[in-house]
C-alpha cells in the first residue's frame, strides 16, 4: 500500500515537531555522580565525611544540562536513585 505524497509529507512534519518538542524537554542521556567533603559536627568533635551527589543529564536542543538529583553520605544509595526520561520544565 502506498501512502500519498500528501501522507509523507504530514508523516515527515509529525517527526519533526515530536523530535524538536522532546529535545525542547530534554532527553536522557546518562548521570554522574560527584564526591564532596562535608564537615560534621559530632559530640567527640569535628570529622570529614564523603557526600554524594547524582547529577542527570539531558540532552537539548542547544546543550546538554546538569541536572541535580538527591544526594546521600552513601555512594550506592546515590547511584541507585531514579533519573526522570524528560527533565522537568520548571
Not at 500528501?6 to 515527515?12: K, L, N, Q, R, T
Amino acid at each position: 500500500m502506498r501512502l500519498p505524497s500528501v501522507g509523507w509529507a504530514f508523516f515527515g512534519l509529525a517527526i519533526v515537531a515530536g523530535s524538536i518538542y522532546l529535545l525542547n524537554r530534554g532527553i536522557y542521556v546518562g548521570y554522574s555522580v560527584r564526591m564532596h567533603m562535608e564537615e560534621l559536627n559530632l559530640p567527640t568533635g569535628k570529622t570529614s565525611q564523603a557526600y554524594y551527589n547524582k547529577y542527570c543529564h539531558y540532552l537539548l536542543l542547544n546543550d546538554v544540562r546538569r541536572d541535580w538529583s538527591r544526594g546521600s553520605f552513601d555512594r550506592d544509595e546515590t547511584e541507585n536513585g531514579f533519573c526522570s526520561p524528560l527533565r522537568n520544565s520548571n
